[in-house]
């Protein structure tokens, strides 16, 4: 079945340094792919999206690239802030198997240091 | 405006009572789905409606979970016969429309069920 898989956490980084957390994915359809974050305190909200191979989703200074032939979404940021000190989730939904629900990761949280 | 609420923000319950978990989508929204997140886990999917039915129930774990949308709006999550390990937090999300799993799903705070 479908499945994500995205690094462990946590990841610790002083501010301003370069991130990536790795996601990769394994579908039987061509998948959306998405970063959630849930700050501390919060509910999920979508950070980012990508729909189609090759597709780039950006926000907040965020980006995550739609890799078909790597099974890959891996999420990027060239400097980060204490307030991105969150759990980062990525997720894709599948038309292949109805696209109506969303597969998670795990989860790799994120800790910024002044 | 309001965003996805759901009702209660905690629960305490002891193992073999029956639970209800409220959700309200946002005014509008046809697609609503409940997820399960267990501690250091992401959500897992449990059901979706799209209107008043439910268009896949494939992640219900058993036959002690429900959900009903009689209206088409607010959804209730029903758990019969608790146990220790349904402990988690219960996510609802809700979207605007069915467009081949690409439209955005917005989440509520959770309820957090805590069977003792």
């Known amino acids: 079945g479908d499945s994500v898989t995205q690094m462990e956490g946590p990841v610790t980084l002083s501010e301003e340094a370069f991130l990536t957390i790795n996601c990769t994915y394994t579908?039987?359809?061509?998948?959306?792919l998405f970063w959630y974050v849930q700050y501390p305190g919060e509910g999920l909200q979508l950070l980012l999206k990508?729909?189609?191979?090759?597709d780039k989703g950006s926000n907040k200074g965020f980006e995550a690239t739609y890799r078909k032939e790597t099974t890959s979404f891996h999420l990027e940021k060239g400097s980060v802030q204490v307030s991105d000190s969150a759990v980062y989730f990525c997720?894709?939904?599948?038309?292949?198997?109805?696209?109506?629900?969303?597969?998670f990761g795990a989860g790799t949280r994120l800790f910024v240091k002044a | 405006g309001a965003g996805v609420s759901q009702t209660p923000s905690n629960k305490v319950t002891e193992k073999g009572k029956y639970v209800e978990l409220r959700c309200d989508p946002i005014?509008?929204?046809?697609?609503l789905y409940w997820y399960r997140q267990s501690l250091g886990q992401g959500p897992e999917f449990l059901i979706y409606?799209?209107?008043?039915?439910?268009?896949?129930d494939s992640g219900l774990p058993n036959d002690r979970f429900f959900a009903v949308r009689p209206e088409g709006s607010v959804s209730t999550l029903k758990i019969q016969r608790t146990e220790r390990g349904d402990s988690a937090v219960y996510l609802c999300?809700?979207?605007?429309?069915?467009?081949?799993?690409?439209?955005?799903?917005?989440f509520g705070p959770g309820t957090r069920l805590l069977v003792l």
């Open positions: 997720a894709l939904s599948d038309p292949g198997t109805g696209g109506f629900k969303t597969i």
């Open positions: 999300a809700s979207s605007s429309q069915v467009a081949g799993g690409q439209e955005t799903q917005y």
């Open positions: 579908a039987t359809g061509y998948p959306s």
């Open positions: 990508a729909t189609k191979a090759d």
């Open positions: 409606f799209q209107g008043t039915g439910a268009a896949d």
């Open positions: 005014s509008g929204h046809t697609a």
